[in-house]
């Protein structure tokens, strides 16, 4: 298995305390970078088959990441490289995986949307949409059984947000008043379909009201409003008070998958949010504002290159997995 | 003129009951829908109306007599002599009226008072791989599954059970009778309806590393969930590159239920068998149904359990004492020379029962109970067929893409010069299951189809 040495957090960020900007500029820079790579390597053929890019989102993955406590598990879809990054896997081990080769996370046996760390606290990467939330539901679940304190993140996307099972979910999570964060990333667009073409109500912080869960929209864009909001959320699930819904205005910048052409939307509208409402641009401005030089940002700038390139290179060096692999890992004993 | 109350049944293998409590005693005057007494089986009690007015001539069974069989005649009533309704046909003779038996329990299980016409008795168990000296206990498959249950909830803290009506109603079909009262509601969890929704977080629970038991209702009803038990709980493993295990168990009763129709009647066990990641389980008696759920239990893996309702008022000798029966083997449950038979779960009784008709006409037939049909135990069968040169694989299901397809192909693999005659299918007919009794009947695998499979088999006619 891919080395599990690199991309470690620093000491505390888990910990609840102040947010560490700086740390936050670092996790989503490294995203937006891992991300622009896969999307090269997609290109060159390296990649193959589905590969769903968070470009845009990253604000989200990291900000929530910052109410996480030790034991905390996060599950999502299969739009997921940027909460495995956040959530501190290796990512030369999912670049890998995206290649499809040995040193994988999944041993080249899971691809682009299904990685899993249970050592990090991540369950998955689920090619279903909606799937996810039932196995949060049950994560969750667990928790509460064994009385462990520890809270679920559990992320879906405004597509998702239709599915049935989502309020099954949300049913039981409520009756049981299970420790569970529902992250709901609405960026607007399920594949093709805006939102407004696929809801009845499009306001979906609301959906949990008639389950008594309470929820509230957030700012998707700005991390230090998605970790604030992350860890008032985090706090009450954990109280034993229940579930709580928080609903990530964003936006993707890139196609639903490698192969979508985006032809419903215009350029201009992704043009106008990149613009005026990226993340990461946004808080270098208020970084520089507060006094950090601009130094300091190229330097973290430099980094996350050389992990990401060091990524890249260990997963196109790194071997196929060896034949006998096909007919491993179907069961336990 | 007077008329007879019958013993009722509550459901399709309720043989018996207690007569729990009389609420009328001779000379009483009832009308109709009047609970003149209380009934109870080891499943659930009922109370019994009357279906016509008229006084009460005489209670011919005491209250709290146990056993009373089905269709004992428990009191008789006078016509509606000392009623001011005159306009009230009589019973005519020859119209028996039941008792109609007033369920206390969910719709889903209030099936009628029928058996299927092939039920015979339970078919003769040999005990061949019991431990020697056991203690042999009668236990229902009911509660055989149950004791497997509470066995290993008591072993192993991370085991617990959830699903529809399994705590405090005990479950639908009385097989979690006890098990919310020792362990309580944070391992014995009454869900929602919402199949979809909680084999997922059974799914997500046992990635925590918990070992849930999931029940479906049915395993129609599973339907709802097969998204998850598929692509959640069978493929995980492999597509985390062995990092997540899923240790759960699926479990509920699988097959053709009596006289619910095509939504409520339907053998799943070649639509699992199908999936890789995915064991699957069919026992028949109770000792099979005790010994291979608490190895599913145990196992690392998904395990989708089918149980059969018809058995599961059943008795078997049950060994006591710690009890395992390994996934993965079949067992021989009579041994011949003339032709090999397979069959799982309540089809097991049947074959016994036809093996016992051919071998008055002359033909000693093998009958392998499968038990598991992922991982499929091929070398028993093909040993035996080089032994029988013939097959009859017998499924309750639907003969396509099916289980007895699959054991034919494996046949043709590997005993392929050994055959003496074309291998022969015994299914459901190829129509959705029928409501009609007749044409249920005559839609399901028999004990007399499996006799002609075999004579065919055997070019005798």
Known sequence: ?333 | MSQDILMPALSPTMEEGTLAKWLVKPGDAVRSGDVIAEIETDKATMEVEAVDEGKVEALLVDAGTEKVKVGTVIARLSGGASFETPAAPAPQDDVKPEPAPKVDHAERDALPPKRHPEEGAPAPVSKDDFPTGAKLTKTSVRDALRDAMAEEMRADPRVFLMGEEVAQYQGAYKVSRGLLEEFGDKRVIDTPITEHGFAGAGVGAAMAGLRPIVEFMTWNFAMQAIDQIINSAAKTRYMSGGQISVPIVFRGPNGAAARVAAQHSQDYASWYAHVPGLKVVVPYDAADAKGLLKSAIRDPNPVVFLEHEMLYGQEFDVPEGEWLVPIGKARVRRTGKDVTITAYSRMVGLALQAAEVLAGEGIEAEVIDLRTLRPLDSATIIDSVKKTHRIVAVEEGWAPMGVGAEIIARVIEGAFDWLDAPPARVSQEDVPMPYAANLEALSLPSVDKIVKAGKAVCYRS
Request: contains cysteine.
């Open chain 1, 1 to 333: 298995m891919a080395g599990k040495t690199a991309a470690k957090k620093p000491e505390g960020r888990n910990s609840g305390g102040d947010a560490d900007l700086l740390a936050f500029y670092r996790d989503m820079l490294l995203i937006r970078r891992f991300e622009e790579r896969a999307g090269q390597l997609y290109g060159m053929g390296l990649i193959g088959g589905f590969c769903h890019l968070y470009i845009g989102q990253e604000a989200i993955a990291v900000g929530v990441e910052h109410a996480r406590a030790k034991g905390d598990q996060v599950i999502t879809a299969y739009r997921d490289h940027g909460h495995m990054l956040a959530a501190g896997m290796d990512p030369r081990g999912v670049m890998a995986e995206l290649t499809g080769r040995a040193g994988g996370s999944s041993r080249g046996k899971g691809g682009s949307m299904h990685m899993f760390s249970p050592e990090t606290g991540f369950y998955g990467g689920h090619g279903i949409v909606g799937a996810q939330v039932s196995l949060g539901t049950g994560l969750a679940l667990a928790n509460r059984n064994m009385g462990n304190g520890a809270v679920t993140f559990c992320y879906f996307g405004d597509g998702a947000a239709n599915q049935g099972q989502v309020y099954e979910s949300f049913n039981m999570a409520e009756l049981w008043r299970l420790p569970i964060v529902f992250v709901i990333e609405n960026n607007q667009y399920a594949m093709g379909t805006s939102i407004e073409r696929a809801s009845a109500e499009t306001h979906l912080y609301k959906r949990g009201a008639s389950f008594l869960i309470p929820g509230e929209e957030v700012d998707g864009m700005d991390v230090e409003i998605v970790a604030a909001a992350a860890k008032k959320a985090a706090a009450h699930a954990r109280s034993g008070t229940g579930p709580y819904i928080l609903e990530m205005k964003t936006y993707r910048y890139r196609g639903h998958s490698m192969s979508d052409p985006a032809k419903y939307r215009t350029r201009e509208e992704v043009d106008e949010v990149r613009k005026t409402r990226d993340p990461i641009d946004h808080l270098a401005e208020h970084l520089e504002k507060q006094g950090v030089r601009e130094d300091a940002l190229k330097i973290i700038d430099a980094e996350v290159k050389a992990i990401v390139a060091e990524a890249v290179e260990f997963a196109k060096a790194s071997p196929e997995p060896d034949p006998r692999e096909l007919y491993t890992d179907v069961y336990g004993a």
